[in-house]
């Protein structure tokens, strides 16, 4: 298996633009997480996903984000509008159970909003 | 509310000498805590999982312990070498939950 995958890589944008991340996870794998890091807040989860149902998402900071996973191999994460204050980089990770598992992370997608 | 506290500060150290790395929590009883290895630019990586019931865990030079009375772990690696310089981060679980990550450590290791 070819790991996580995440696109972009990296995301420039302007404010007010829509942005869309976008992550297969492990086959086989039933848990998928986003996270998003800063150097001032750390690893946060945004949201997670068990068997492509949305689990927990107290971690989306406001209705401007959303995720979606239409099907066990490919998910999303929407910002819309995008503001200066989303930039970080965003990961997607996934595993075959919750804190008893380990999580297989992405490279991560650089995001910048100017 | 849940606290994962990690040194701060990065640990600088001697090639070939032990790193010892903390992770404390407060407000959390956790069934399980994982470390990963992050490397600028890159995912976090997993390196050990120890569960409530295991005092320690050994991985080639990696060792850690879980103290559930202190509330506390702690993450050794034993005859450091440069390349062991990254940022460690520990996440505690309690049984069914999400992993909670601390802020990391920075370990540098100098030749």
């Known amino acids: 298996d070819a790991g996580v995958i995440q696109s972009p890589r990296h995301e420039v944008t302007e404010m007010g633009q829509e942005v869309t991340l976008r992550c297969k996870p492990i086959?086989?794998?039933?848990?998928l997480f986003w996270y998003r890091q800063t150097m001032m807040r750390g690893l946060e989860l945004l949201i997670y996903?068990?068997?492509?149902?949305?689990?927990?998402d107290s971690g989306m900071p406001e209705d401007r984000f959303s995720a979606k996973m239409p099907n066990a191999s490919f998910s999303t994460l929407k910002i819309q509008p995008s503001e200066p204050r989303d930039s970080a980089v965003y990961f997607c990770?996934?595993?075959?159970?919750?804190?008893?598992?380990?999580?297989?992370f992405g490279p991560g997608t650089r995001l910048t909003v100017l | 509310s849940q606290k994962i506290e990690q040194n701060s500060e990065a640990l600088n150290i001697q090639e070939g000498k032990t790193a010892t790395l903390t992770c404390n929590y407060t407000?959390?009883?956790?069934?399980?805590l994982q470390w990963y290895r992050q490397d600028p630019g890159r995912g976090p990586v997993f390196l050990l999982l120890?569960?409530?019931?295991?005092k320690e865990k050994r991985k080639e030079r990696l060792k850690v312990t879980f103290d559930t009375t202190l509330k506390q772990s702690l993450f050794h690696i034993t005859a450091s070498q440069p390349a062991d310089s990254a940022t460690y981060l520990c996440?505690?679980?309690?049984?069914?939950?999400?992993?909670?990550f601390g802020a990391g450590t920075i370990l540098r290791v100098k030749s």
């Open positions: 990770a996934s595993s075959a159970g919750l804190a008893s598992s380990e999580q297989f």
């Open positions: 086959s086989g794998h039933d848990y």
């Open positions: 407000n959390y009883s956790p069934a399980y």
């Open positions: 120890i569960r409530e019931n295991e």
């Open positions: 996440a505690p679980g309690e049984y069914g939950n999400k992993l909670v």
């Open positions: 996903f068990n068997n492509n149902v949305p689990i927990d």
